[in-house]
C-alpha cells in the first residue's frame, strides 16, 4: 500500500500546491504522522511524479547558481512544469 492510499485509508488528505505538500491528518495518530514526515520524499514522488527533476533543479540553482533556496525552488518549479 502506498504511502498516499495509507493517509486516505486513515481519513487524512494530502493537498499539493506547486511544490509544497499540506497534510490534512484524519485519524493518523502522532506516530504515523512523523513516519509520515520521515518518508515525506516518498510521498512526494508520489503526489508528484516530477518532484526528483524539481529537487535536483533547485539543488542546481542554490548551490551553483547562488540563488537564494526560495527563489531556487520558484524558478525550479516553473522550469519542471513548462517541459
Avoid at 492510499?5 to 512523523?34: K, M, Y
Wanted: charged residues 40%; glycine residues 6%.
Amino acid at each position: 500500500m502506498s504511502i498516499l492510499d495509507r493517509v486516505r485509508a486513515n481519513g487524512g488528505e494530502v493537498i499539493r500546491n506547486e511544490w509544497r505538500i499540506t497534510l490534512r491528518r484524519g485519524r493518523l495518530s502522532d506516530a504515523a504522522l512523523a513516519w509520515v514526515k520521515e518518508h515525506r520524499a516518498d510521498l512526494m514522488r508520489e503526489v508528484w511524479p516530477a518532484y526528483d527533476d524539481f529537487e535536483e533543479r533547485a539543488a542546481i540553482r542554490q548551490f551553483d547558481g547562488g540563488q537564494s533556496r526560495e527563489d531556487a525552488e520558484r524558478d525550479a518549479y516553473e522550469e519542471v512544469m513548462a517541459c
